[in-house]
């Protein structure tokens, strides 16, 4: 591969040069977000159903940041699927992203996995790369929060 002068090709994207790259991101998003640094915040969020043992059958993975929930990895086991866990989870997961301030929530997901589950629970399809992997697409969807009931 034939790079242009003055560009290096790393192999560790995780490495020191990589957490420069990292660090001056954020540098950058502190500055244009001088005004509101707490948005900058990130509040982890892990959801987990387990079964009578304590398996791990089904987890939501996300942040809220910016004032978003960012689900990340979303995941119920087979066995599960159909059941309402997958809605109880969201659910507890919007609700905690609600209480933080949160105005909504985002994900990506692929074709090949639940988008019909995210479409059900008033997600909107905001974004799509046909091809990602081949023969299947790549979605992004998004959620506005209405206002609290009650």
């Not at 034939?2 to 991101?25: F, H, R, T, W, Y």
């Not at 997958?86 to 639940?114: D, I, K, M, P």
């Amino acid at each position: 591969m034939s790079l242009a002068a003055g560009i290096e090709l790393v192999p560790d994207n995780k490495g020191p040069e990589a957490q420069a790259v990292l660090a001056g991101l954020a540098t950058h998003r502190r500055a244009a977000m001088a005004a509101r640094p707490e948005a900058l915040e990130a509040h982890p969020l892990c959801f987990l159903r387990r079964d009578a043992g304590g398996v791990i059958r089904a987890g939501l993975v996300g942040e809220v940041t910016m004032d978003w929930l960012f689900i990340d990895k979303f995941w119920v086991d087979e066995s599960l699927r159909g059941q309402g866990t997958g809605s109880a989870l969201l659910a507890a997961a919007e609700a905690e992203a609600r209480r933080l301030g949160a105005v909504g929530a985002h994900l990506y997901t692929s074709s090949f996995q639940a988008p019909a589950f995210y479409r059900k629970h008033g997600f909107q399809e905001i974004g799509r790369l046909e091809g990602r992997p081949r023969g299947h697409h790549r979605l992004w969807f998004a959620k506005r929060f209405g206002a609290p009931a009650g």
